[in-house]
């Protein structure tokens, strides 16, 4: 345990540096090489969980300590045993006594009797400390007082709801491959394999999470792992055979696959990050579908577009991420208000861009995975009043309302609007 421990608290102090969640699970992995692939699995879950309840924990640390605790490997490591104390079935005697062994490890021996009395204190106390911790935003609602605010003031009747939802466990959902497949034949696949699923519309398929080597026919692209609300993007794009298409911000690529399976195209992926691109090639070896992948900046097209039009652009734009919270707990806390007009800017610029290459009567689908009004309804209506020629078109019907789609039990928070050049 003591190795669990020691990694947990390096992935949770390198997060809360403001580290993205998965390079500090890469990293602590590294620094961790004699951990198995189940301990690996139980640092994953005491990470998880101890970010989503980040909030509750800093309010108990910070009632259970004179003063706080600087280094921040070892606020980390306390931040971690509470956790486990929490949310894990491990004996707390041992998880106190592997945290103070721990501290020895992170250099820090004078801090053995205070990791000591502050884990004991804790357990001594703990009933008295779940309650008084609620009274702050943070710890009841999981979430910094800003966001909150921010929800309650853009969704007065659903906040909450979208709260407890972000909390959660997200759910694992299928993209059954209509090229290969059917749902009713795929439906029978898992029922051989003995793995429970609901169809949730078109071809969305949802199971228990397990990892995709265990997911039947998903090796020989019989399906792909997308959220159902993210399948909206590739669909509502409205795409027929031969069209010229640009998925404009394309790794991994989740996208580009759907709108390939969806029709023939002469199909251009771009995505500036090299490294992403890698995924986006092994995503369509998969699936056996083919397209032009460019590394690129999408917002100067004068870098990589040979002036050719294209008939339908995707611009799935980089985002706060904020519909997608339960998936990456890490992004609540290191956010600030301030990145939402930045992101703004940035969106509006990618859609200034790609807007240059659409071809007249072409369409295009302006999508994010955020749920705040500043990178949605707002970058589209600006863009439309500076953009006389652009028009905000109809979606098909049975198209998710006003384009929005709240993060439910089955569904992540997206949102999609669709423009015609006129
Ligand atoms: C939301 S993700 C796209 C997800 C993808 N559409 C899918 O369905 O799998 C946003 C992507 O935009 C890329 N990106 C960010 N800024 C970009 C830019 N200026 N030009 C091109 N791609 C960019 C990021 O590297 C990231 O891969």
Redesign the pocket.
């Known amino acids: 345990m003591l190795d669990i421990q020691l990694c947990a608290a390096s992935v949770f102090g390198d997060t809360l540096d403001g580290r993205n969640l998965s390079t500090a699970f890469e990293d602590g992995f590294r620094r961790h090489p004699s951990l198995s692939a189940g301990e690996r699995a139980v640092v994953r879950e005491i990470c998880y969980e101890g970010l989503r309840s980040l909030g509750l924990l800093e309010a108990q640390l910070a009632k259970l300590l004179l003063t706080p605790v600087r280094h921040t490997g070892l606020r980390s490591l306390l931040l971690v045993a509470l956790a486990q104390l929490q949310f894990t079935r491990a004996k707390p005697y041992a998880i106190v006594d592997h945290a103070v062994r721990a501290a020895e490890r992170l250099g820090q021996p004078a801090a053995r009797g205070l990791v000591n009395a502050v884990l004991r204190n804790f357990l001594r106390r703990q009933h008295d400390l779940r309650r008084d911790a609620w009274t702050t935003p943070e710890a009841r609602l999981g979430f910094p007082a800003w966001w909150v605010q921010k929800l309650r003031e853009q969704y007065p009747d659903d906040w909450e709801a979208i709260i407890t939802t972000e909390n959660l466990h997200p759910p694992m959902t299928l993209r059954v491959n209509r090229r290969r497949t059917t749902v009713p034949n795929y439906l029978d696949l898992l029922r051989e394999a003995r793995i429970d699923a609901r169809h949730l519309g078109d071809m969305a398929v949802r199971i228990d999470p397990r990892p995709v080597a265990e997911v039947p026919g998903f090796a020989d692209g019989l399906v792909s792992v997308?959220d159902a609300g993210?399948q909206w993007?590739a669909r509502l794009l409205d795409v027929a055979d031969g069209q010229r298409v640009l998925?404009?911000?394309?790794?991994?690529?989740?996208?580009?696959g759907h709108l390939l399976e969806l029709a023939d195209l002469d199909l251009v992926s771009?995505?500036?990050?090299a490294g992403?691109l890698v995924r986006i090639r092994e995503n369509l070896n998969r699936l056996g579908a083919s397209a032009t992948l460019t590394c690129?900046?999408?917002?100067e097209p004068g870098t990589w577009w040979d002036g050719r039009p294209f008939q339908r652009i995707?611009l799935?734009?980089?985002?706060s991420?904020s519909g997608v919270a339960r998936r990456h707990p890490d992004i609540r806390w290191n956010r600030r208000p301030s990145d939402l007009a930045k992101l703004a800017a940035?969106q509006a610029a990618?859609l200034d861009g790609v807007w240059q290459v659409l071809e007249s009567s072409g369409k295009l689908l302006y999508?994010?995975?955020s749920v705040f009004r500043e990178e949605n309804e707002s970058i589209v209506e600006a863009f439309v009043a500076r953009n006389p020629e652009a028009r905000i078109a109809q979606f098909q019907p049975g198209a998710p309302e006003g384009g929005r789609i709240r993060p439910d039990d089955d569904s992540d928070g997206f949102f999609y609007a669709l423009l015609e050049k006129r």
Do not use: E, S
């Open positions: 997308q993210a993007g998925d404009a911000c394309a790794a991994p690529g989740g996208k580009t771009l995505d500036n990050d992403r690129a900046d999408a917002g995707l799935d734009a980089p985002c991420a940035r990618l999508a994010t995975c």
